[in-house]
């Protein structure tokens, strides 16, 4: 049988205590390059996405957007719309606790996701209900809206990030292309955000399968496409959070999976370290999400609930993992 070795590089997350650090340039993409990405998605793009919502029906409702009960559905004015019909509360509380997690780290690559309740004798619904039923959705339920991008390609993991020994700094990258920093620079916020979730479908996936497919590397990410223009566009985040987090539980050495590509890089954007920061110094960082999505989305959060105990430790750990990380890297650009 043939083995496949992970090349995990070891170094300890915690290798340098959390303190306070005045971090050098060098640790940070120049932020004249950080302003040439244009972010697919900004919060007045979920605005006016809810705004439709309250006003517009559904006039179509197909099959497409990944799981069996998942339909495309197609308001009256042409905009489209991935549905996901999920039974389990808490992975609609995932990916919706990512995309809010994400807006707090400045991160605007995920689509606006709102959640709506299957009324099919309402506005939004009725005109497909006969659809809805046959798709097996359930009046009175649930359903995640998330906004639909067409045009979208798959998107690979960069050449730099595949190579066993290196980590990417600025002196390492800095004969590459603009459009080359400007991909890394959206790879580097990623890792950031996966680490933190412990996001299984994503970087981890790739991870997971070498050992039954050593090409994995050459392969799409899975969740993961770009835009004509070079933005990436992070979906269907619901193994974020509590699917992460019990997966380590369940299988600690997968923690090594997850932390792999965060061991990889020593150039960050400074506004996602900042919000990472700050989360990270406060008394509970899961209670400041929680809080943001009840001001930001009171209607969801009230029909999800508050979410049980169990996880918001962790939370705070990864958090300060990766500022033990942007530590570790300032003591040796130093």
């Known amino acids: 049988m043939k083995t496949v070795v992970f090349f995990v590089l070891i170094f300890a997350l915690d290798a340098l205590p959390l303190e306070k650090t005045s971090f050098p340039g060098e640790l940070f993409w120049n932020q004249d390059l950080v302003a040439n990405i244009k972010a697919p998605f900004a919060q007045q793009d979920r605005d006016a996405f809810a705004a439709k919502l309250q006003s517009l029906p559904v006039v179509a409702l197909k099959n497409g957007c990944g799981s069996l009960k998942n339909r495309l559905a197609t308001l009256k004015d042409g905009t489209k719309m991935c549905c996901r019909y999920r039974d389990s509360k808490t992975d ?8 809010y997690f994400a807006a707090l780290l400045g991160i605007e690559s995920l689509p606006p996701t709102i959640l709506a309740a299957v009324d099919l004798s309402g506005q939004l619904w009725s005109s497909v209900a006969i659809e809805a039923k046959s798709a097996g959705w359930v009046h009175g339920s649930n ?35 603009t459009s080359e920093k400007l991909r890394l620079v959206q790879w580097t916020d990623m890792i950031t955000f996966d680490y933190v979730t412990g996001h299984t479908d994503r970087l981890f996936n790739t991870l997971l399968n070498l050992q039954w497919s050593p090409n994995m590397l ?40 997850q932390a792999h590509f965060l061991k990889k890089i020593c150039v960050f954007k400074s506004e996602t370290v900042n ?21 930001r989305d009171p209607e969801s959060y009230v029909a999800l609930g508050p979410s049980a105990p169990g996880d918001q430790a962790e939370m705070a750990i990864r958090l300060k ?8 890297c300032t003591h040796h650009l130093n």
């Open 275 to 295: 919000s990472v920061e700050k989360l990270a110094s406060s008394d509970s960082p899961w209670d400041v999400l929680e809080q943001y999505v009840k001001r």
């Open 143 to 177: 359903v995640e809206l998330a906004m639909y991008v067409d045009n979208l390609s798959n998107e690979y993991i960069p050449e730099v990030l595949k190579s066993e020994k290196v980590i990417v700094t600025q002196e390492l990258v800095k004969n590459f292309s």
């Open 92 to 99: 609609i509380r995932s990916d919706l606790y990512a995309y």
């Open 218 to 257: 050459q392969k799409p990410v899975h969740n993961l496409e770009v835009t004509p223009g070079g933005q990436l566009v992070l979906i269907d985040n619901e193994s974020a959070f509590w699917l992460g987090y019990a997966a380590v539980r369940m299988k600690p050495s997968y923690h090594d999976l």
């Open 321 to 328: 993992d990766v500022m033990a990380r942007v530590q570790w």
